[in-house]
């Protein structure tokens, strides 16, 4: 047990990570039946911004400028990208977001000059070393789960008790009904973006606060197995996709503890596969099957 | 002249100016020059483009495995035909690796030291493929019962599962870990890669001539309608999968030859994304247009738009602009004009003798309007 605590613990705060990432994904595939590809890059994006803000500017400027920068990018994406293919069949819907996932990493790429770049000076007091149970970890690990558990639940009421929230509720189960009854549909749209941004934005913060450096393809596994984390938690639910992402992280970590480092990524996608012939639905997923 | 026939001859008067212009180059230009080899990768490009383009475009089966079959056609010519001399420097962490014989010494023994090596070389890549053909059947039998985009995404999951086990050490006798292979014969000039390729995509366009072809088809516009009028689904999209990774192994074959070495790192899901962003360039459901399209893309971005990433582009200089990178990023900027403004890409869903098509239908509506 001494021995799996470490893996424990950070299989549970990258849970929490991810479970950000995956809210992006459910949200917007509730709504437009998109897999928005683009959205493990918005992640990669935010860790950019975030070393490049934290080594110019001070903290409390810092990271407010990450948030209001990457929710900034995915609502110009949804406007730019998706908007006007909103009548186009799905798979151009799809090639677009492979598009748009193209296109920033290699602009990422020109802007870096494709070298990772290092995280110089990450975020004082959350990445300091505290001991838990004899293990030293960062404290990041410990709060990235509290954190994930509370911007949850603000979720959660915002989906049920506000009136955009309600909105959102009434595009995801009918697109067009919900837009006869005067819903504003894009704006609806791009609230999700926005709120799927913003808390990429935040996963991308406590995630690369553990890391020593972000490259440009560091966002494209995250969000593949965030994606897999929302599949598997039943696409179009939040609870699902927070308790998919938790389950993926931590067996991803036993993984790696029991020494099978390379088959961490192929469990991910064996578990989605599973899934899919298994219980298309996914754990909490709404009894429509005639997306699978 | 009927309009079939005419077709016919545009079509082969346009194959053999190509040809032609192709063994020109290759007995002017040496080996190394940029234009053999971007028509070494162009052709490998359009090969791996044309097998996507028949389960994309034509079957409408939304698959994002491609990779993964290249993967598997790569590894399956470089480990069979390294020559034996040469394994132990190659497999030098698994003590020479567990496969002590190599197709072309093989072959060349039996037939010869004319022919043998490369009809050696040859099995090898039909080896890749028909490996590469049969995990597509193993894989389909679960995710061929997905729709579009749960399909993509288990496709590319199962792509980067083999890639990892492409990786793991336990395989390294055969794999060589995440150690590279090298060493293997490769063709020096261009010509073999045009026949090679050209021969593979013959094959397909008969394919998709065929009753098979048609059923694709009607698979890809209604799925219902095409059950009702008495397609098999399920047999058909196999059928499909199979053959489309069949072509993308040994497309990943002739890519292990152009890049002279293999490891499994490049064949993740972005080398997919280019193919697939290829197919879209060129249109989806139209085999000339991925052709054109790789050799565009591949032509653009190796050697005409080089100069982005240098410094110096058209005369201009300005190499605080124009430095490493630049180019991909302008390339990904029109590919996604093209995305969203010219969704049907280059060709739509037209193919190379259609050209002369629109010209006879503007004399048609010019005779229609007088």
């Keep these: ?292 | 002249m009927t309009m079939k026939k005419k077709k016919s001859i545009f079509l082969v008067v346009v194959l053999a100016v190509l040809l032609a212009a192709c063994l020109t180059v290759d007995a002017l230009l040496p080996g190394y020059h940029i234009a053999v080899t971007v028509i070494k990768k162009a052709t490998v490009y359009a090969l791996v483009a044309v097998s996507m383009n028949l389960l994309n475009g034509f079957t409408g089966l939304f698959s994002l495995g491609q990779a993964g079959f290249m993967l598997l056609g790569a590894y399956a010519y470089g480990v069979l035909t390294i020559p034996v001399a040469k394994r132990a420097s190659v497999y030098q962490y698994f003590d020479g690796g567990s496969i002590q014989f190599s197709l072309p010494e093989s072959c060349a023994g039996i037939l010869g030291d004319a022919v043998g090596p490369t009809v050696g070389m040859l099995a090898a890549l039909l080896v890749g493929g028909v490996l590469a053909a049969l995990m597509a059947y193993l894989i389909g039998l679960p995710v061929l019962r997905l729709k579009s985009d749960y399909l993509a995404i288990a496709t590319l999951g199962f792509a980067e599962i083999l890639r990892a086990f492409f990786q793991w050490n336990a395989l390294g006798p055969i794999t060589n870990g995440s150690n590279l292979l090298k060493s293997y014969p490769t063709f020096t000039h261009a010509t073999p890669y045009v026949l090679l390729s050209g021969g593979m995509i013959a094959i397909i366009v008969l394919l998709i001539n065929s009753t098979y072809g048609r059923a694709f088809k009607a698979i890809r516009d209604d799925e219902v309608a095409a059950e009702a009028m008495g397609i098999n689904l399920a047999r058909h999209k196999r059928l499909a999968f199979v053959i489309s990774s069949f072509f993308a192994g040994i497309g990943g074959g002739m890519m292990a030859m152009y890049m002279g070495t293999i490891a499994a790192a490049p064949f993740k899901s972005a080398m997919t994304y280019e193919i697939l962003l290829i197919v879209v360039i060129g249109g989806i459901g139209s085999i000339t247009g991925s052709i054109l399209a790789s050799f565009l893309y591949i032509f653009s971005s190796e050697w005409l738009l080089r100069g982005l990433d240098s410094g110096t582009f058209l005369g201009i200089s300005a190499p605080s602009l124009f430095k490493n990178g630049f180019r991909m990023a302008a390339f990904s900027v029109i590919i996604m004009a093209i995305v969203l403004f010219f969704r049907k890409g280059i060709m739509g869903d037209r193919e190379l003798p259609d050209l002369l098509d629109r010209r006879g239908r503007k004399h048609k509506k010019e005779a229609a309007e007088k």
């Design chain 1, 1 to 292: 047990m001494g021995e799996g605590l470490p893996y424990i613990i950070n299989g549970i705060s990258v849970g929490g990570q991810y479970a950000l990432i995956a809210i992006g994904y459910t949200l917007v595939y509730g709504i437009l039946r998109l897999i928005n590809f683009a959205h493990g890059d918005v992640f990669m994006v935010a860790g950019l911004v975030m070393v490049y803000a934290t080594s110019a500017l001070p903290l409390y400027l810092a990271l407010p400028l990450v948030l209001i920068a990457t929710v900034l990018l995915g609502f110009v994406i949804e406007r730019v990208a998706y908007k006007p293919l909103r009548s186009a069949p799905r798979m151009s819907l799809m090639i677009s977001a492979i598009g748009v996932s193209y296109l920033i990493q290699n602009l990422a790429f020109y802007i870096t000059g494709g070298i990772p770049q290092p995280v110089t000076r990450p975020i004082p007091w959350i990445s300091d070393n505290v001991m838990v149970f004899g293990q030293s970890t960062k404290r990041v690990t410990l709060l990235t789960p509290v954190l994930t558990i509370l911007l949850v639940l603000a979720l959660v009421y915002l989906i049920n008790h506000t009136k955009i929230g309600m909105a959102m509720r009434a595009a995801a189960k009918d697109f067009e009904t919900a837009q006869l009854m005067g819903i504003r549909i894009n704006a609806v749209i791009s609230m999700t973006f926005v709120i799927g941004s913003f808390l990429a934005a935040v996963g991308s913060i406590l995630y690369f606060t553990n890391y020593p450096s972000v490259a440009i393809t560091s966002g494209g596994m995250p969000g593949l197995k965030a994606f897999v984390a929302a599949v598997f938690g039943g696409i179009g639910s939040i609870p699902g996709a927070v308790v998919g992402a938790f389950i993926i992280g931590l067996c991803e970590e036993l993984i790696k503890g029991a020494g099978y480092t390379t088959f961490s990524d192929a469990f991910t996608f064996a578990l989605l596969i599973v899934v899919l012939c298994v219980k298309p639905t996914g754990l909490f997923g709404e009894k429509v099957t005639d997306k699978v």
